[in-house]
């Protein structure tokens, strides 16, 4: 594998469903995102992981929970979701979170289509 | 605040046709990144390129490439040639440092045969 991978790439769930989405990142990086893109909207960054430690959360309701066990993994756990949190939820990697006056390129997975009835 | 805007929502061209996607930005920093991501139909975003603010030179790569103005605060992105595999969502982004990119909302670029 190479690149950035997710599984499942499709995912249908219930609002009293639990799941898990994951993400694995080969490309030796340090830090990982999670993104939400819903239709019509710019993406939108949810957590952010730096050598597995949460460095940032873009107030994310509790619904979604992530784990970052170590710097190449990080799931995103989902319960009791919504409706409006059908989206396709997109990882992304990039060698270390950066400081705030420099930048590192985001490298994307190709996201988890998920579907919330 | 930051800001990105892709006024072009959707463009359809014919193969081998010239198109250019306007991306136009706001930001109060004087450093700051620009990218290009590519996000085709199975919805990967694919990394195109990452500008610096303080290096304005014109770049291309194959058919594509990308004019950066300072002076208009625009960094657009032209493809030559176009090919229907070039079919697909394009998004600009902007980062003033850290890790929170800006996205325009895209525009959907179709090219028929």
């Known amino acids: 594998e190479t690149g950035v991978t997710q599984t499942p790439r499709h995912l249908v769930m219930g609002m009293t469903n639990k799941k898990s989405l994951k993400c694995e990142q080969h490309?030796?990086?340090?830090?990982m995102y999670w993104y939400k893109q819903s239709a019509k909207k710019p993406l939108e960054l949810m957590f952010v992981y730096n050598f597995k430690e949460q460095t940032e959360n873009n107030s994310v309701p509790s619904r979604f929970s992530p784990e970052c066990p170590n710097s190449s993994h990080l799931f995103l756990h989902l319960h009791t979701l919504q409706p409006e949190d059908s989206a396709l939820y997109l990882c992304?990697?990039?060698?270390?979170?950066?400081?705030?006056?420099?930048?590192?390129?985001?490298?994307f997975g190709p996201g988890t289509r998920l579907t919330v009835l | 605040a930051q800001k990105v805007t892709q006024a072009q929502t959707e463009i359809s061209v014919v193969e081998k046709e010239d198109v250019t996607l306007d991306c136009v930005y706001e930001?109060?920093?004087?450093?700051?990144?620009l990218f290009w991501y590519k996000q085709p139909p199975s919805g990967e975003l694919v990394f195109l390129i990452r500008?610096?603010?303080?290096?304005?030179q014109n770049e291309i790569s194959g058919r594509y490439s990308w004019n950066f103005q300072k002076s208009t605060s625009s960094f657009n992105f032209t493809i030559t040639a176009s090919q229907v595999v070039d079919s697909a969502v394009y998004f600009c982004?902007?980062?003033?440092?850290?890790?929170?990119?800006?996205f325009g909302t895209g525009t959907q670029l179709k090219v028929e045969l």
């Open positions: 930001t109060r920093d004087t450093t700051y990144y």
């Open positions: 490309l030796g990086h340090n830090a």
């Open positions: 982004a902007l980062t003033g440092g850290g890790n929170k990119l800006t």
């Open positions: 500008r610096n603010s303080f290096d304005e």
């Open positions: 992304a990697s990039s060698l270390q979170a950066p400081s705030d006056t420099s930048t590192d390129t985001q490298y």
